[in-house]
């Protein structure tokens, strides 16, 4: 009790200051939604605005005014032709997985809730590369690369199968779509699945009465109640 209160005068300092956390706490919760999340958007803010700092001061060392001693740092890192290519590659890795994950998620979520009898099984099937284990990933897709596809040249003929998937810088960033795909399908496919349940059939009911082919019944009906989970 001593080592936290040293004198009267800092406890009720001490009780004070925990008085009037308390007020700010009770009043938060009780206020206005739009004051909340201005409060929230301005901690956000204030939270971002110190890790940039943090970012300027520990990649320079010394921070001069807005001007960081390290920018010079960050001029030679993209005078670099390396950091530029890996920087393009992962760029093009972004988005050409972001899309193709969501547009093929959204195919198999469409088949799978077309009454399909063995759509249990479908599902199982597509998800179950989402939960194995990276490395493991890794291994088996180098192993299909690899010695795999040779194999399979070899007793079928077929030219795709000669395709150098690994060491052909090209057909490497294809490889890498491909295994990336294989492993993510699943999960977002099960989020559009619950998307799709939670679509109310009277919709595409009465677009089908007024004559909607199944294409128009998906771009006006299906995909923008689908939006929230996309």
């Given at each position: 009790?001593?080592?936290?209160?040293?004198?009267?005068?800092?406890?009720?300092?001490?009780?004070?200051?925990?008085?009037?956390?308390?007020?700010?706490l009770t009043r938060f919760r009780k206020g206005?939604?739009?004051?909340?999340?201005?409060?929230?958007?301005?901690?956000?803010?204030?939270?971002?605005?110190?890790?940039?700092?943090?970012?300027?001061?520990?990649?320079?060392?010394?921070?001069?005014?807005?001007?960081?001693?390290?920018?010079?740092?960050?001029?030679?890192?993209?005078?670099?032709?390396?950091?530029?290519?890996?920087?393009?590659?992962?760029?093009?890795?972004?988005?050409?997985?972001?899309?193709?994950?969501?547009?093929?998620?959204?195919?198999?979520?469409?088949?799978?809730?077309?009454?399909?009898?063995?759509?249990?099984?479908?599902?199982?099937?597509?998800?179950?590369?989402?939960?194995?284990?990276?490395?493991?990933?890794?291994f088996v897709w180098a192993f299909l690369f690899?010695?795999?596809?040779?194999?399979?040249?070899?007793?079928?003929?077929?030219?795709?199968?000669?395709?150098?998937?690994?060491?052909?810088?090209?057909?490497?960033?294809?490889?890498?779509?491909?295994?990336?795909?294989?492993?993510?399908?699943?999960?977002?496919?099960?989020?559009?699945?619950?998307?799709?349940?939670?679509?109310?059939?009277?919709?595409?009911?009465?677009?089908?009465?007024?004559?909607?082919?199944?294409?128009?019944?998906?771009?006006?009906?299906?995909?923008p109640l689908l939006m929230p989970s996309i």
């Amino acid at each position: 009790a001593l080592f936290l209160y040293p004198s009267v005068s800092a406890k009720k300092e001490f009780v004070r200051q925990g008085s009037a956390e308390k007020a700010f706490l009770t009043r938060f919760r009780k206020g206005n939604p739009d004051e909340r999340k201005k409060i929230r958007l301005l901690d956000v803010c204030a939270s971002r605005a110190d890790s940039i700092c943090d970012l300027f001061h520990y990649s320079g060392r010394h921070v001069l005014f807005l001007f960081p001693a390290g920018l010079n740092n960050y001029i030679r890192l993209f005078q670099d032709q390396d950091y530029l290519n890996a920087f393009w590659f992962s760029t093009r890795y972004a988005v050409v997985t972001v899309i193709l994950s969501n547009a093929l998620a959204i195919l198999v979520a469409l088949w799978v809730t077309s009454k399909l009898k063995t759509q249990n099984f479908v599902r199982t099937c597509f998800f179950l590369p989402n939960i194995i284990s990276g490395i493991v990933v890794g291994f088996v897709w180098a192993f299909l690369f690899n010695q795999a596809s040779k194999t399979l040249y070899s007793l079928t003929g077929l030219s795709i199968f000669k395709i150098k998937w690994l060491s052909d810088p090209t057909n490497s960033f294809w490889a890498t779509i491909i295994v990336s795909l294989w492993q993510s399908v699943g999960y977002y496919m099960l989020i559009y699945i619950s998307g799709l349940n939670s679509i109310d059939r009277m919709y595409l009911e009465a677009a089908a009465i007024d004559g909607a082919n199944a294409f128009q019944r998906f771009r006006h009906v299906t995909l923008p109640l689908l939006m929230p989970s996309i």
